[in-house]
């Protein structure tokens, strides 16, 4: 029930971009991305609430595709401070579990000068 | 700003001695939630409260309690705790569900 992240772990120079996906296996109603530097709290990046949607703030933005059951965290020209665990939480689409948020195991992304 | 404060920020203590992790808020959210976080597996959650007296357990419940009978806190509280509880808890608030969560600074309980 976990959602699924890929990759696990990714090195980039400053400026290449970078691709991190989240599939899960039950249907979506919404999936939430976080960045968590080392010792320190998660922070809310973005929502996406709607298959389809797609949001983004600085260089970095994300998709949702409901149908596909997954969503893509989207880093754009890399700088050393996006350095961290990226989180994709999710929600899922039954009402069973109203307030249920299950996240990934993370993807740790490390940028080099 | 939002600030959510947890306490203690680091604890260690001996299997089977109750202890008591509290989460204040003061925002006036609704949404309050534990995780646990080991690594090499994420965040889980292990109770979420959507708002004053009504809690519900999320994926990693077992072992732990938590109440919510003010807006503003969201204890959790570990009866007998075992050595399985060793971890780092973060409290998080958010307007409901699908709003920002934000999360305190993370408690580290180690139980020997």
């Known amino acids: 029930q976990q959602p699924v992240q890929s990759p696990q772990a990714v090195i980039l120079r400053e400026g290449e971009d970078a691709v991190i996906n989240c599939s899960s296996s039950?249907?979506?109603?919404?999936v939430h991305w976080y960045r968590q530097k080392h010792g320190e709290a998660p922070v809310f990046l973005m929502i996406?609430?709607?298959?389809?949607e797609q949001k983004g703030h600085d260089k970095i933005s994300a998709s949702f595709n409901e149908k596909k059951q997954q969503s893509s965290l989207y880093l754009t020209a890399s700088q050393l401070s996006y350095s961290g665990t990226y989180f994709c939480?999710?929600?899922?689409?039954?009402?069973?579990?109203?307030?249920?948020?299950?996240f990934g195991k993370g993807t740790k992304l490390s940028v080099k000068p | 700003e939002a600030q959510v404060t947890q306490n203690p920020r680091y604890l260690i203590t001996v299997t089977g001695k109750k202890l008591t992790v509290t989460c204040s808020q003061n925002?006036?959210?609704?949404?309050m939630s534990w995780y646990r976080q080991d690594p090499g597996l994420g965040l889980r959650q292990i109770y979420y409260?959507?708002?004053?007296?009504?809690?519900d357990k999320g994926d990693v419940p077992e072992g732990y309690k938590v109440s919510r009978k003010e807006k503003r806190n969201f204890p959790l509280i570990l009866e007998s705790p075992s050595p399985n509880q060793t971890s780092l808890y973060f409290c998080?608030?958010?307007?409901?569900?699908?709003?920002?969560?934000?999360f305190g600074d993370g408690t580290r309980l180690s139980i020997l």
């Open positions: 409260s959507m708002n004053v007296e009504v809690t």
């Open positions: 939480g999710t929600a899922m689409n039954y009402g069973g579990s109203q307030g249920n948020l299950i």
């Open positions: 925002m006036n959210h609704e949404y």
């Open positions: 039950k249907a979506l109603y919404s």
């Open positions: 996406l609430l709607k298959g389809g």
């Open positions: 998080a608030i958010s307007r409901g569900r699908n709003q920002p969560q934000h």
